[in-house]
């Protein structure tokens, strides 16, 4: 028998054999639960019902709450490098470090609101991405597709 026959045969056999059980995917990481993640958690639910008090005023933003929003992007861009880090390479890894990048954004747009409407959308947008940013960190991990 020829090399390229035995070749074809092996092949076929090989294909023909029952598949060996797929390997077993990791559970995803729960990171909710870990200390930084938390107080992400935490800090970003204060934040969302600080900012529905400057809904229909025209007070200038603290200087206290621009403070706690940069720490916040601050945590949710570290929160990004530690899921860098180990190698979790996931949805939530990519929007932490979006809503570490737009915070400083919706902020500037909540301070520079000139009139009421745009004061109040201002207010809207930062609370859905603060809201965002509790919800991403606590929804339960969902497994690779």
């Not at 206290?64 to 939530?92: I, N, P, T, Y």
Request: charged residues 25%.
């Amino acid at each position: 028998m020829s090399c390229s026959a035995a070749a074809m045969i092996s092949a076929l056999w090989l294909a023909a054999a029952p598949a060996g059980a797929a390997p077993a995917a990791s559970p995803p990481a729960v990171v909710s639960a870990e200390p930084l993640f938390a107080d992400i958690v935490r800090r970003a639910g204060a934040l969302k019902a600080e900012v529905e008090a400057f809904k229909g005023t025209a007070d200038p933003i603290p200087a206290a709450f621009k403070a706690k929003v940069g720490e916040l992007a601050d945590l949710d861009m570290q929160g990004h490098r530690s899921l860098a880090e180990r190698g979790l390479d996931g949805d939530l890894k990519c929007i932490l470090r979006g809503i570490a990048e737009d915070l400083p954004l919706k902020l500037k747009a909540l301070d520079e609101a000139k009139t009421p409407q745009d004061r109040d959308s201002a207010v809207a947008d930062m609370g859905y991405l603060l809201n965002d940013n509790v919800e991403v960190i606590t929804a339960p991990p969902q497994a690779p597709v």
